[in-house]
């Protein structure tokens, strides 16, 4: 599915050479709230997706709290 930042609640930046992740400065957060993402399932038992704008990935949460598949 297809998301704007505003639409997601950002928990972690995953490093591109994926060893791991890292805090996701708010600076960073607020010029992506108009961004759009493609967002697929990460985990259903904790509601988490992976949101990608093609150079960076992020792990996230919906803001409307629901679960989408």
Do not use: H, P
């Not at 995953?14 to 493609?38: A, C, P």
């Amino acid at each position: 599915m297809k998301l704007k930042g505003k639409d997601l609640e950002f928990i972690s930046w995953i490093k591109r050479d994926g060893s791991g992740t890292d805090k996701i400065g708010d600076e960073l957060i607020d010029i992506m709230q108009e961004s759009n993402f493609e967002v697929n399932s990460l985990s259903l038992s904790f509601n988490t997706y992976v949101a990608t704008d093609r150079m960076n990935w992020f792990v996230v949460k919906l803001k409307n709290g629901k679960q989408q598949f």
